[in-house]
Every structure is written in structure tokens, then in C-alpha cells.
């Protein structure tokens, strides 16, 4: 053992090491990418690591891996895991060998998400069992008993961690390498009649996974993780679970006497299967009970369940009663604030110190980073399109932000490789309209490679535009199949978007460069007026993998002031100093878009 | 139990700068826990990190620290220090970096955004208020890198972090490559002869 400070993916990350994780697989999504990173960073010679191309990829292989014994970690964020519910919902009837953890972090708030969905509930929904920790310390523990949990009852686990302990850090007791379990797969064992699933294997199973689920309400109740402390307070309890247990136990000890709890509190570490047994020892001679959890009201229900099953006239406050906000995270503050009302409590301290209101503070909405490829790109085809009745689809990436005045190119954000489709149902719909739908690089291999088949298939009029900036630079810089390099450090033949799109079917296949306005505009304009699925694209390597060696200077002799170049780009490292147009040197990567749009072309470029 | 709050932009360094004071802390045997944005408003937007120190023995339940209890705030911009203002105790201490960094947005519109008003508002209602001249500090320093460590050393003159700038010497030796270290000591020991 020895002490290390961790980000709690770190610590999830270690504890499937430690759980002597055979094969580790994902698609990086924030906030789970750093599991799958770590994993890469601190892996033993018994551990296969990949960035795959997909969720739906990602949990494949790892069912693969655990039917053939291996313990496998599958990674990604909540909205991946619909990419991969198709192979998890049929995998829980099949079943598992070895130990098979699905990682899905979710996101209240949300933070960086399309959805405030629930792993929980998509837990219930595919009756897979579920861990959910409340610490990243618990995370490194609860990962390594998902994987013995899930080897015992052959089936694979979920462990949810949410924002805030995914991203928290601690101080953390971890095992040395010597202390690792070592787990050595015995391999695919043909059985046709447990791994091929077919109705009637269906039926049979799903008898088998209902009787074992209703059991392990009973087990899971003496599951150390779920638990119930200061017990002998009668009358009110809390339950709660994930972060919020850890603000719960914190907020009701600050106002107890002596660190004591002022309610009975139930910890709920397992929320699919929940631990009935264990929730009625809680409920328990209680009058009324307040639940504190983010996202889904999944405690509370259970909870006005049991109540209902068994009789009891306990009173369960949440999110349905309107005790707890419907969505967003909680945060101290607001469980401490619904703790004050369900107690009758009052703590000075959360009435924050009374200040004045303080002067308007400026937005700051985050932007295209100064240089960034991507803002080249959507103003070469904004003002190809300039006058023009046109669609600009988005997707899932940096370039969403190209939503942002000035540049105003994102008409619509739904979910990862969606935007070529949604391009080809308006021009449906809309046919005078010139249609374009943007897509990164990673995104593209990842999820909209069949959208451009399904465009050409049933003869699309539209533009893809590809912004291929050798990298998947939103959640971290991962490599992707066009990056020729793997997560195991394998250097191997980039798969070229040309060559994909032209097997498709793709008939005009155009590659610019972003950065070059005088070119890219009149090709894009040309491009997009032929019939057919075309595509475009924008080659330029994301500004944040290399070290600018230039900067730029406005010339203040020439320059007439007329400001087009921030009110044209939007780029952060252009501002107003004094009532000029100025540069930041320490922002600004030299990148000349600027002095492209410039009247006077008065902007210059500095070596460093 | 030390509550610190550190805000700033994207891209200015709070992450490292809270890794810093993380290693010291538990050089020191304290128990810590931290948590930062991370993700899509590390791209220029506001960002802040919340972090806890126990000591030895001294249970830390979770990093999030909660409204009025921040025993000090380090803002590496001042309207951003005004924001997370909220969570300072009443007699915390404010770490401020006093040059202003304008918002996309407000060049756009040529919208007003006056840091000066910030400091203004910063100085009648904090009663512990040190307002660091980063622009001086820097280029005496000869590095426009070494803001973050710049502020921590002001915040470990001040006592109020629990640590010394000599702890945080031994922090960053770890962190940082031996040519670094001159020059970020040179910067963490600048509050004491300010």
C-alpha cells in the first residue's frame, strides 16, 4: 500500500489494476475519458488497452473478452452508453464469465452533456446491477468488489460515478504492484447454447435474471457499502446516495451536537438491485424521510415503493414531492438549505455573508480557442454561403462552439454523428435551402460514417464538411482511426476519410486548407453547388498539439479602426485596449485569419 | 480543516496551481480532497477549483467546499474573484491578481468591462485584501508563466493557507523540471519583499 493523490478516475482506473483487469476498452467522453487514459499510463503487461472506435465497439469487444474469462472495463459517458445499450441489453441475457465492469460516469448539471440522463435508471431499464460511488476513494474500493460481484453472478455491472467524484481528487491508500490480483483467462469455450441468444434462451434467462435480481435485494442489504448510521435518532431520516451522500453525512453532521447525525441516515451504494431489507430496518419507526440524489428520483421510488408493499405510513420527500430540485447537481448548499427546511434547522453559516450586489459581471461563454482551425473553417463557408439560403449542421466536438456569435454556424446540436442526416431531412423538408453538415474527424469515424452511406444510399443533396484536425481535441486530445497511432502507443495505417468517402460513393471529395480564405472560399462555393453528397475537407491540426512559434501585431499606422476583424471572427485573443484593435501576444497563435479579413491587411505576424 | 478556493479563465493555470497546493498539503500529512471544472469551459470560460485540507486524522467527507466557509479565495482575475466571493468566510482572506482579462463577448459588443470597478468593489468589502500587480510582478520575474505560483506565494504569506512558500518549494521541485525552479521560486518568494 502506499498513499497517492487521485483524480477519482485515477482511483477507478487503479482499482480495476488492482482487480487484475485483463482487457480495458472505451470511447473518451468527459467526465469518464481519464479511466481509460490512466489505465493506458499505469497498465501491467496483463492489460489490453484500446480507445475504440465506438461505445457500441468498445462494450463488443469487452463482452468478447469476459465471455473468454478475461475481467474487462468497458468506459465511456452517459450518452455513450446509449451508442452502446444495443450489445448491453441483449449481453445481460447472455451473461458473462468474467468479470465485465461498464463504466458510465454521468453528468448533473449538466456540466458537458446533451442529457441529464440516469445510469440508474438504465440500470432498472436493462436490469443490470449497479454500483454507485459516493468518493473517489470508494470508487477505487467498489470497483475492485463490482468485478468479484460480477463474476459471481455472471453478469455485467455497472459502475456509475457522477462529475464530482470522477473529478474530485484525494488522498488515496492504493495497492503496490505486488499486491494486484492476477487473473488468467482460461479462454472462449465453445457453447452455443449459453452464448448465442436466441428467443427461447431469451425466455429462460430472463426468468433466471428477474429471480436473481429480486434476491439480491435481499443481499445487497448486507452489502457494507449500503448502510445506515446514527441510528437511534428517531422520527426523521435521510437517505442518499453518490456525491450526495457524501454532502448528506457532512451537512447533517454540522448540524447534529457533538458530530452526531440530527436524522437517521441511509447510505444507498447499490441503487439497482436496492437493498429492500435494509431500507425497511431504516424505515423503521420513521414519521418522514427527505432523499437527496441528483439526476432520476430513483431512491425516492424505491422507497414510496416499499412503503406501499409493506404498509407503511412513512412520508418519502424528493424530487417528486418538489423538496429537491427536478434537475441540476446539488451542491453543499442546497442539501444543506433542504436539510434547514426537513430538520426545522437553521445554520448560520449557509446564510452567505451579506454583501452588496456587486457590479455586473462579465459572461464568459466558452469559445473556439484563438487559432483554432475551426473558426477558419466555418468563415470560409459562411461567406461562401453569404446571401445564400443555407443550413449549417453541427455535431458533437469543439466545434459546436462555432454556435457562438460571430460566427453563428452551429443551426443544430442533437447527438454524436447525428448532424449529416438532420442535414439531409431539412433539405427534405426545405429544398431551395443549401444544406452543410459539419462533423469532426473522430466524430465522423465514430458515428457518421453511416449517415453519409444512409445520404447517398437514398441520393442526398448536401455537403459534408469534415473538420479534421488529427485529433479528438474536446475531450482531451485521444487518438482516433485517422490519427495512425493506438492507445497502446502502436503506430499503424491511418485510416483517410478520402478513400472512405470515395468507397461510399461520395462523387466530389475536396481537400482545403482552413487557413487559406482566398482558396477555400470559391472551392466551397463551387463544391456545394453540384448535385449529390459532397464533402470538404478542412485539413488543420488542432492549435493545442503544437507550441506557436509566431504571434500577431496589429500595425496601428494603417489600422483604421474598423474592427471587422473581432466583429468578423470572434477570436479571444483580439480585444479593445484604449479604443484599438489589439492582439494579445500571450494568446495569440499567429495564425494571420485575422489580417485575411482585414480591409488594410495591416496584421503581421512576430516570430517568437 | 483548511478551505481554499482558487478561480480564474481557462487556460490560466488554477489546475496546476491546486495540484500544487495538494502535494504540499499532504507533504505536510494532511488529508486532502479537491475538484475543478474540467471540460468544455476550460475553453475561456470561468473556472475554479474547490480544495480541503484535513489535518492528519481529520476526516474530509467530500472537496466541495460550501458558501461562506472558504478560508481563503486566490482569483487570477479580479471579476472572477468577485464571483466567487460568495464562498469566503467573513474574515477570509482574498488573494487577487489585479489585471482584467475581457470576455469575448464584451469586445463583440463593445460592451463595458472595467476591472478596476472589480478591484474597487473587492477593496469595501473584503476586509483581508491582497491585490498582487501581476503586470509589475511579471516582468520584474522576467516569465509571463509564473502568475499561478506568483499568487500562491502571496496566499502563503498571508498564513491563511496553513502552508509555507518553503512547502511549496518541496511541492514544486517534485512537479517541475530543475530549470523551472529558479525562476518559480524566485516568484513564490516575491510577496515577501513586496
Redesign the interface.
Known amino acids: 500500500m502506499h498513499?497517492e493523490?487521485l483524480m477519482g478516475n485515477e482511483a477507478i482506473a487503479l482499482g480495476a489494476l488492482a482487480a487484475g483487469v485483463n482487457v480495458v476498452c472505451g470511447y473518451p467522453g468527459?467526465?469518464s475519458s481519464e479511466v481509460l487514459e490512466t489505465v493506458a499510463k499505469r497498465k501491467t503487461e496483463h492489460t489490453y488497452v484500446e480507445w475504440s472506435v465506438n461505445e457500441k465497439a468498445a462494450m463488443e469487444l469487452a463482452a468478447g473478452a469476459a465471455y473468454s474469462g478475461a475481467r474487462a472495463l468497458v468506459t465511456m459517458k452517459q450518452v455513450g452508453l446509449n451508442v452502446a445499450s444495443d450489445p448491453l441489453m441483449s449481453l445481460e441475457y447472455v451473461g458473462v464469465k468474467g468479470g465485465m465492469v461498464v463504466l458510465v460516469a454521468d453528468d448533473p448539471g449538466p456540466?458537458?452533456s446533451q442529457t441529464e440522463q440516469d445510469t440508474r435508471t438504465f440500470a432498472a431499464f436493462s436490469k443490470v446491477p449497479c454500483f454507485d460511488p459516493s468518493?473517489?476513494e470508494e470508487a477505487y474500493e467498489m470497483i475492485q468488489d463490482a468485478f468479484d460481484f460480477s463474476e459471481q453472478y455472471g453478469t455485467p455491472v455497472f459502475l456509475r460515478p457522477t462529475t464530482?467524484v470522477d473529478?474530485?481528487?484525494?488522498?488515496i491508500d492504493v495497492k503496490d504492484e505486488n499486491e494486484y490480483y492476477v487473473n488468467t483467462p482460461d479462454g472462449f469455450v465453445k457453447d452455443s447454447s449459453r452464448w448465442v441468444i436466441f428467443p427461447r434462451l431469451s425466455f429462460a434467462n430472463h426468468a433466471k435474471i428477474e429471480a436473481r435480481n429480486e434476491e439480491l435485494r435481499t443481499t445487497l442489504s448486507s452489502y457494507e457499502r449500503n448502510c445506515i448510521l446514527g441510528g437511534d435518532v428517531p422520527k426523521k431520516g435521510v437517505a442518499a446516495g453518490g456525491?450526495s451522500f457524501?454532502?448528506a453525512?457532512?451537512?447533517l453532521a454540522a448540524r447534529g451536537t457533538d458530530g452526531s447525525l440530527p436524522a437517521r441516515l441511509m447510505k444507498v451504494s447499490t441503487p439497482f438491485p436496492f437493498p429492500e431489507d435494509l431500507a425497511l430496518e431504516f424505515l423503521k419507526d420513521l414519521d418522514e424521510v427527505l432523499v437527496l440524489e441528483e439526476l432520476d428520483p430513483v431512491i425516492e421510488k424505491e422507497l414510496t415503493y416499499i412503503c406501499g408493499k409493506h404498509g407503511l405510513s412513512t412520508k418519502i420527500y424528493g424530487k417528486l414531492s418538489h423538496h429537491i430540485a427536478a434537475s441540476g447537481e446539488n451542491?453543499?448548499?442546497s442539501v444543506?438549505a433542504a436539510l434547514d427546511a426537513f430538520l426545522g434547522t437553521d445554520l448560520e453559516?449557509?446564510?452567505?455573508?451579506e454583501?452588496?450586489e456587486?457590479?455586473q459581471?462579465?459572461?464568459?461563454?466558452?469559445?473556439?480557442?484563438a487559432g483554432c482551425p475551426h473558426r477558419a473553417s466555418f468563415y470560409a463557408v459562411k461567406q461562401a454561403m453569404k446571401g445564400k439560403k443555407a443550413f449549417f449542421g453541427g455535431d458533437i466536438g469543439?466545434y459546436t462552439?462555432g454556435n457562438a456569435?460571430?460566427l453563428d454556424m452551429c443551426d443544430t446540436c442533437l447527438c454524436m454523428g447525428a448532424g449529416v442526416n438532420i442535414a439531409q431531412g431539412i433539405r427534405k423538408v426545405d429544398p431551395d435551402t443549401t444544406v452543410f453538415a459539419f462533423v469532426g474527424d473522430s466524430t465522423f469515424f465514430a458515428s457518421a460514417i453511416t449517415g453519409v452511406i444512409n445520404a447517398v444510399y437514398n441520393q442526398a443533396n448536401m455537403t459534408l464538411v469534415l473538420l479534421d484536425n488529427s485529433t479528438t481535441a474536446?475531450t482531451g486530445h485521444q487518438p482516433h482511426p485517422g490519427t495512425g497511432r493506438t492507445m497502446m502507443g502502436e503506430v499503424v495505417e491511418k485510416i483517410d476519410p478520402v478513400k472512405v468517402l470515395e468507397g461510399i460513393g461520395v462523387t466530389e471529395v475536396v481537400c482545403l486548407d482552413p487557413m487559406d480564405l482566398a482558396t477555400a472560399v470559391p472551392e466551397v462555393q463551387r463544391v456545394s453547388a453540384l448535385p449529390g453528397v459532397k464533402a470538404v475537407i478542412f485539413r488543420y491540426p488542432c492549435i493545442a498539439l503544437f507550441k506557436p512559434t509566431k504571434y500577431c501585431e496589429v500595425n496601428q499606422d494603417e489600422c483604421i479602426n474598423c474592427r471587422r476583424c473581432?466583429?468578423e471572427l470572434?477570436?479571444?485573443a483580439?480585444?479593445?485596449e484604449d479604443g484599438r484593435v489589439t492582439i494579445d501576444p500571450?494568446t495569440c497563435t499567429g495564425c494571420g485569419l485575422c489580417n485575411q479579413v482585414c480591409p488594410k491587411n495591416c496584421i503581421g505576424g512576430v516570430e517568437r | 480543516m483548511t478551505n481554499i478556493v482558487l478561480c480564474g479563465i481557462g487556460g490560466q493555470g488554477t489546475v496546476l496551481a491546486s495540484k500544487l497546493l495538494a502535494a504540499a498539503g499532504m507533504k505536510k500529512g494532511c488529508n486532502v480532497q479537491s475538484a475543478e471544472t474540467i471540460g468544455m469551459a476550460q475553453r475561456g470560460g470561468s473556472v475554479f477549483s474547490h480544495l480541503r485540507m484535513g489535518a492528519a486524522g481529520e476526516e474530509v467527507s467530500s472537496p466541495m467546499i460550501a458558501l461562506g466557509t472558504a478560508d481563503i479565495l486566490i482569483g487570477f482575475e479580479p471579476g472572477e474573484t468577485v464571483r466567487l466571493l460568495p464562498y469566503l468566510k467573513p474574515d477570509g482572506q482574498v488573494i487577487t491578481a489585479s489585471r482584467s482579462v475581457m470576455p469575448v463577448t464584451a469586445a463583440l459588443t463593445g460592451g463595458s468591462y472595467d476591472g478596476a470597478d472589480m478591484l474597487r468593489y473587492l477593496e469595501d468589502n473584503v476586509q483581508n485584501l491582497s491585490v498582487v500587480d501581476t503586470e509589475t510582478a511579471l516582468a520584474e520575474l522576467g516569465n509571463p508563466k509564473v502568475t499561478n505560483v506568483l499568487l500562491l506565494g502571496y496566499a502563503a504569506e498571508s498564513g491563511a493557507l496553513g502552508l509555507t512558500s518553503e512547502d511549496l518549494k518541496d511541492a514544486l521541485k517534485e512537479r517541475l523540471p530543475e530549470k523551472l525552479w529558479d525562476v518559480n521560486f524566485r516568484a513564490l518568494d516575491y510577496a515577501k519583499k513586496a
Do not use: Q, W
Not at chain 1, 473529478?167 to 488522498?171: E, F, K, L
Not at chain 1, 459581471?361 to 480557442?369: A, E, I, T
Open positions: 498513499t493523490f468527459t467526465p456540466i458537458s468518493t473517489p464530482r473529478h474530485g481528487y484525494a488522498s456525491i457524501a454532502y453525512n457532512e451537512e451542491t453543499r448548499d444543506g453559516r449557509t446564510k452567505a455573508v454583501r452588496p456587486p457590479p459581471l462579465p459572461v464568459r461563454p466558452p469559445v473556439l480557442c469543439c462552439l456569435m460571430p474536446m473581432i466583429k470572434g477570436c479571444p483580439l480585444f479593445i500571450g
